[in-house]
């Protein structure tokens, strides 16, 4: 392995770190926060939703500016400034005592993901990497994947034990004492002319669509739909009331079922009426008590 190679897999390496705190803490964290401020501020459901929304349009927003930055700068540059962004976005929201202040920073936060996340690291992969490219771009998925796992855990026991506000002052935390000072320092978005191109890394441009031709195939608005429905997706699929927070971020959580006489009355359950082997229990324990359903003593 030759100095440029060695390089390039510390890049790798450092993209992994930079999105597991990036895109694990201000991504995939959204949905464990919004019932500590929905119990915190009093806000509707309806209401506390538009920030994981504002979060996920400002990241989309955002890619195609990215692409245009990446084009006339370096990627070091960009990505620095996007996790300046993103770590700022989170001690804005510790600070945050308003809905719109807190709606503000996660405008900020999309930005900011959109400018130093997934999008940008895929750049900088592909100009690093040849033959080995899908292994270097399997590394880096990885940590935005168990970024979100471990960050969700971690962020659900500091609001339990410490509050909302101290959990996302956590969060910048890493950013700035890891991610931006790799970014700044170590990241090189193109390798040296000077030297010479890894084995299996081909000069000539790839055959592929340009930006016009590309928007009016079926291929590419059928990728942007799956994209649109996963991003649609994934800030709710976790959202359950009626458990401690720093035990609902768990999965199986989400499968367990509730003790007889409990019901889900607030979140997504509030509407729904209980399981009817809850109604059963409860009817039957009336009867043994010589009342009705309704709290009517029963005539004999």
Not at 132 to 146: F, I, N, P, Y
Not at 155 to 184: E, N
Request: proline fraction near 5%; hydrophobic fraction near 45%; charge should be positive.
């Amino acid at each position: 392995m030759n100095s440029r190679d060695r390089q390039a897999w510390i890049i790798a390496v450092g993209l992994f770190v930079s999105l597991f705190f990036l895109w694990g803490s201000g991504y995939n964290t959204s949905p464990v926060f919004l019932s500590a401020l929905l119990k915190a501020f009093g806000w509707s459901h309806s209401k506390a939703s538009w920030l994981p929304s504002v979060l996920v349009l400002a990241v989309g927003i955002t890619g195609p500016l990215t692409g245009w930055l990446l084009d006339h700068f370096d990627a070091r540059a960009v990505m620095g400034i996007g996790g300046l962004l993103t770590g700022g976005s989170f001690i804005a929201a510790s600070r945050a005592t308003t809905f719109t202040e807190l709606l503000i920073a996660y405008l900020f936060l999309g930005v900011g993901l959109g400018a130093s996340a997934w999008m940008p690291a895929s750049v900088v992969i592909a100009n690093w990497f040849g033959e080995r490219r899908g292994t270097a771009l399997g590394v880096v998925t990885a940590g935005m994947e168990s970024g979100g796992m471990v960050m969700a855990l971690v962020v659900g026991y500091i609001i339990s034990h410490y509050g909302w506000s101290d959990a996302y002052f956590a969060l910048s935390i890493p950013v700035f004492l890891l991610v931006v000072p790799f970014l700044a320092i170590f990241l090189g978005g193109k390798p040296s002319a000077t030297v010479q191109p890894q084995p299996g890394a081909s000069s000539e441009t790839l055959p592929g669509y340009e930006v016009g031709e590309a928007i009016r195939t079926r291929v590419f608005w059928m990728l942007a739909l799956a994209q649109v429905l996963w991003g649609l997706s994934v800030p709710y699929c976790c959202l359950f009331d009626g458990y401690r927070l720093h035990t609902a971020v768990r999965y199986d959580q989400l499968r367990r079922p509730r003790r007889p006489g409990r019901t889900r009355q607030t979140g997504l359950w509030r509407h729904r009426r209980p399981y009817r082997w809850q109604e059963r229990a409860r009817n039957r324990a009336a009867a043994d008590r010589g009342l009705s359903h309704t709290g009517v003593e029963r005539q004999t």
